[in-house]
């Protein structure tokens, strides 16, 4: 692949020089769907495929990484979610289980547990160190000044998606080598600490050229990229680079069955929804029929990431089911623009339409 050089904005190439890429693209498939098929094809083609490991016990990173690097040489990073101070509410999760038991029973699903063991975050953070993963990615904040030094002794380059301008500045204090600035339009979590979530539901054309002007590191955009017009405006707003979430969703290597698909092509702006019933913090998903039996019952909703992991096996059982109706998918507003093609000629697009 030939040399990408840029005379226009000097921080794509800073952000290309710091994680050792050639095209200033990362390619984030999000919950539900992101494989480490489609982060190696990403990475392959010149990006910077990311894994989403903050779910992943240790056992879990270290299969996933070996999965990407028997796919590819190339830099990719390990997404993780710093450690939060939460509680189990044993209460609510007993009324959870209770009110789905007729649903796991129609899955063929066993009784869910009564209690929840959750990652361990230092785990997480010393397989990471061990498997010299290339790049992290953080979202919900930043990490402490111990993970960072470490990181930093490594030589393992860090960047953070934030949803607003204060939590972008608070994670460029904490030493990031570039923020994703995710606008409202992207699916999965809303990645706020400083700020209340009202505070981060922001437009692309606020976020953007905001975090652009403010921030000294360089500033890649998100927010259910797509289109042609996206990318020219993510350029012209002084953003360094792309992330896709969204434009991956049907590529050949997403492991997304072709009824599901179909399905996708049909859906709207109006298809997915922001909400904590999955996650128990506002994410952005598909609007299904799991999500809307939770809150039309008003049935409990547990602190993050609990919420998840009590509903986790409803929703792997979904994929294996071919339940679109009880996944949970985390598709930005513009999904239903995803195209059918090669990894790879999807970033080329995009990076075509930077060159211009």
Known sequence: MPEFVYTENK????????FGIEIPIIGLPGFGWGTPELTAAVSNAGGLGVLNVGFMNEDEIEKSVAA???????PFAAMLFPPKKTLLDSR????LNMALSPLREDL???TS????QLPDFDRQFKKIIDLRVPAVGLRLGGLREPYMEKLERCCMPIFGLASNLRDAKVLVSSGVKAVVAVSWAEGGLLSYEEVPAYGAEVDSLALWPECA?????PVIAAGSVMTEAHAEAAKLFGCAGLMLTDALLCADESPLPEAWRTKLCYTTDASTEMSSVYLGRPARFLANG???TIQENELPVLDFPFQYFALRDIFD???????????YLEIGQNAFRAQSLPVRSIVETFTDYWKR
């Not at 921080?11 to 710091?18: E, P, R």
């Not at 002007?213 to 590191?217: E, G, I, N, Q, S």
């Open 11 to 18: 921080k794509s190439q800073i952000f290309l020089n710091d």
């Open 68 to 74: 990407v690097r028997k796919l590819t040489d190339r």
């Open 92 to 95: 609510k999760l007993k009324l």
């Open 108 to 110: 063929g699903l066993e």
């Open 113 to 116: 547990a009564e209690t929840l």
């Open 213 to 217: 002007r403010a921030l000294k590191v």
């Open 290 to 292: 799991l999500s809307r």
């Open 317 to 327: 059982s979904a994929l294996k089911q071919n339940r679109i109706d009880l996944a």
